[in-house]
């Protein structure tokens, strides 16, 4: 690991998925700025290549993960004890991954979409919360932030796969929360609100991204979440427009 920047997470270890683009891109770069060192996953080298690039631009460090969540299941079980292999500790986890399934009637979900929501949305979740667990414990302050949506309370039309993903999701990191509470450990939900990301130009292919708010520009609020003075614990952090 290259010398730590300055910065209040100088000498942490932050582990960032779906970092590749979007929200899990800029919040590792702010991380980065804050001093920590990044472990970036994600499925696409090059995009990674790119972020690394831009936190090293920063004058930060990161190490690349390349890494399939619903087909690399072993070797997403082995991440949390490979980065305390290497570095000796684990601080921080930021959970930005996730696949947008078709939009479709909830009695006209196809078999193949299910399962990959299943295995993205919910299996990979588990899998982070379960190989991050015992060194964010073992962390001085351990911290854990996990993206949601709006949807999981407001359900709407057409959005019942993702929302019953992200449902998921919010069920175990409250769960999660509650069973650290005694802990130094600190879980958390953001709920980002509209972004101009890459899954969102999907869902809303009309929609001007110039009227939205940029990755960047929640990015500072969810590293944030990540700081060793914050206190809260299961809670959902929404971040209006």
Not at 7 to 20: E, I, Q, R, W
Not at 115 to 140: E, F, H, K, S, Y
Not at 162 to 184: D, I, N
Request: glycine residues 10%; neutral net charge; proline residues 7%.
């Amino acid at each position: 690991m290259a010398a730590a920047a300055a910065g209040p997470l100088a000498g942490s270890v932050a582990l960032v998925t779906g970092a590749s683009r979007g929200i899990g891109a800029a919040t590792a770069l702010e991380l980065a700025r804050l001093g920590a060192h990044c472990v970036l996953t994600a499925r696409t080298q090059g995009a990674l290549e790119e972020i690394d690039d831009a936190i090293r631009g920063l004058g930060g460090s990161a190490t690349l993960f390349p890494l399939d969540l619903a087909k690399d299941g072993e070797k997403l079980d082995m991440l949390g004890p490979s980065i305390v292999g290497r570095f000796g500790r684990l601080d921080i986890l930021v959970h930005a991954a996730g696949v947008l399934p078709k939009l479709t009637p909830v009695a006209h979900i196809m078999p193949p979409d299910w399962q990959q929501v299943v295995a993205v949305n919910l299996t990979a979740c588990w899998r982070v919360i379960r190989t991050c667990d015992p060194p964010l414990r073992a962390a001085a302050a351990g911290r854990a932030v996990l993206l949601t949506d709006g949807l999981v309370a407001q359900p709407r039309a057409y959005w019942g796969l993702y929302g019953f993903g992200k449902a998921g999701q919010e069920h175990l990191a409250r769960s999660w929360a509650a069973e650290v509470e005694t802990t130094p450990l600190r879980v958390n939900l953001v709920d980002p609100g509209p972004v101009a990301t890459r899954l969102r130009a999907v869902a809303m292919p009309g929609e001007d991204a110039a009227t939205l708010r940029q990755p960047a520009d929640v990015a500072p609020a969810i590293a944030a979440l990540c700081l060793p003075g914050e206190t809260r614990n299961g809670a959902l952090v929404t971040l209006a427009a």
